[in-house]
């Protein structure tokens, strides 16, 4: 009974770090690391679905460069106006900071 209640507390307080590791120019982070990986295997699933289909190429370099654009504009969108709306409500010139953080996945 005494590792249950160690497990449940340990679920309960376990907090991960959401840094991978740092160097002297950047950081890794667990959540973009993870965002690259899904871009990367959709990339990989549509281009096999293109060929096997004989879709054209160029179309499928069309279509990944919008969804990339407009996957990036709709998670900062979403982050500002549903996490955070009353402060960028009042800085609205931080709405396009995108590179301080701060994207809904």
């Known amino acids: 009974m005494l590792v249950v209640k160690k497990m449940r507390f340990f679920l309960h307080s376990y907090h991960p770090e959401s840094v991978l590791f740092k160097t002297k120019f950047f950081s890794v982070y667990a959540y973009g690391l993870m965002i690259s990986f899904g871009l990367i295997f959709g990339f990989l699933v ?3 679905l293109m060929r096997k289909y ?3 190429r160029d179309d499928f370099w069309s279509l990944f460069f919008y969804l990339i654009i407009f996957g990036l504009i709709g998670a900062r969108l979403g ?3 549903f996490y955070h709306w009353p402060y960028y409500s009042n800085h609205l ?3 396009i900071k995108f590179w301080q953080g701060g994207m809904a996945i």
């Open 46 to 48: 549509v281009s096999y």
């Open 79 to 81: 982050y500002v106006f």
């Open 54 to 56: 004989r879709l054209k």
């Open 93 to 95: 010139e931080e709405i």
